[in-house]
């Protein structure tokens, strides 16, 4: 039964939103009216989660739906729950629409529903919205279907999303200070080159006497961002946009990524990265019951940089042509040497699931530590940083006093 998004007024006048399901829009305004609820506007939910529109194309891109990590966790949580209570797969996505309170995430919901009640399978489903549910959330649900342990499998899900809006949120609370901090100091310096420092030097302006180089560059670097600091800001806001869009292109955004590979500090930073994510991945879909081949095609896809992603692949068809997996890891170069040993251990125990878990486990870990200290070091050295700035205009400003009271001695 297909979904409708409406707007109506109730007794009140005050303008209601929501998503109802019906077989026509009649109904559903028959439905509004019985609810005491004037309708303003029935729509059906498109494909991609909008409002129908004219042209399929434009529909799927600009009406496309998407949640966050936080609002995907959930929903998995829910509907694990639900399935594990025995309700049919329908009626749990028809509960799960109906807690949600918000009307994107109800409206994919009953979707979603609509196509497990015309007799598909829920990874189908999911499948016609890809840019919530990725490849390896669908693939982890049909094998989970196929299996009969879709319950176990959405639980899995739940935690590997929860983890992920875990650490997003810690990463993102961690980034906070630094670069409020930064802000800090550079609006302060502005400020004091635009507004405070043409004032102090003024003084020197009808002086015949020659003045120190540190102030002929504060005067001149105060003039430029007077002059040209917003066609400045202007052009660099320029580039940054230019090198977004090439970068739109593989050839291009494979070039940057290997250069940053080999980029020391940052390359150990990206790689711990993308691999506990890759390890995490693959794991989760092997315990899944995935093939080891397909998840290793699809935990490839999880990896953010070309390059790396170019070496799973390199890695799946190794193990393809009979290598073993921690072999073909090892031979590519790029994955750490501790993921590698616990995919031989893991290999040889039989266990291989575990220690993949495990080794994304340490990554994290290690990562979070890495990171922590890194924003340790950050903010006493935005503090130094900013003091030697301050530092340097004062300076620049007493020497030529100190030289006008030599000369008056």
Not at 12 to 27: I, M
Not at 65 to 94: F, H, K, Y
Not at 121 to 150: C, D
Not at 183 to 212: D, K, T
């Amino acid at each position: 039964m297909p979904a409708y998004r409406y707007r109506a007024l109730n007794t009140g006048g005050k303008l209601v939103k929501g998503v109802l399901e019906g077989d026509s829009e009649r109904q559903i305004r028959t439905q509004l009216r019985s609810q005491n609820l004037r309708p303003l506007e029935v729509g059906a939910i498109s494909q991609g989660g909008g409002a129908a529109a004219n042209s399929p194309r434009v529909r799927r891109r600009l009406f496309q739906p998407r949640i966050s990590t936080g609002d995907l966790a959930l929903v998995t949580r829910q509907l694990a729950t639900l399935v594990q209570s025995n309700l049919p797969l329908d009626e749990c996505l028809q509960v799960a629409a109906q807690q949600s309170r918000k009307a994107r995430i109800k409206g994919l919901l009953l979707q979603v529903r609509s196509r497990v009640a015309e007799g598909h399978t829920l990874a189908y489903a999911m499948g016609e919205f890809p840019q919530v549910f990725n490849e390896m959330y669908r693939a982890m649900v049909n094998a989970g279907e196929h299996a009969g342990f879709l319950g176990p499998v959405l639980n899995r899900l739940a935690d590997y999303s929860e983890q992920r809006q875990y650490t997003q949120q810690k990463l993102g609370m961690a980034m906070i200070y630094p670069f409020i901090l930064l802000g800090v100091a550079i609006a302060v310096v502005v400020a004091l080159m635009v507004f405070v420092v043409p004032q102090l030097v003024g003084i020197f302006a009808h002086s015949s006497r020659e003045l120190p180089a540190l102030t002929v560059g504060l005067i001149a670097t105060s003039d430029f961002i007077r002059d040209y600091g917003l066609w400045a800001l202007l052009g660099l806001a320029v580039l940054v946009v230019a090198f977004r869009y090439a970068l739109r292109e593989p050839r291009r955004r494979k070039v940057w990524h290997g250069f940053l590979l080999r980029i020391p500090g940052i390359s150990g930073l990206l790689v711990a990265m993308d691999t506990a994510r890759f390890a995490s991945t693959l794991s989760i879909l092997m315990a899944s019951g995935v093939p080891l081949l397909e998840a290793l095609r699809i935990a490839g896809q999880v990896l953010t940089n070309l390059v790396l992603r170019e070496d799973s692949a390199v890695v799946a068809e190794r193990v393809q042509e009979g290598s073993s997996l921690q072999k073909a890891l090892s031979e590519s170069g790029r994955f750490p040497p501790m993921m590698v040993h616990m995919v031989a251990s893991g290999e040889a125990s039989g266990e291989l699931e575990a220690m993949l878990e495990r080794s994304a486990v340490n990554q994290e870990r290690e990562l979070e530590m890495t990171l922590g200290t890194v924003m340790g070091i950050f903010e006493p050295l935005m503090v130094v940083l900013m003091g030697g700035m301050v530092l340097l205009i004062v300076l620049a400003v007493l020497l030529p006093i100190f030289d006008l009271n030599t000369m008056v001695r």
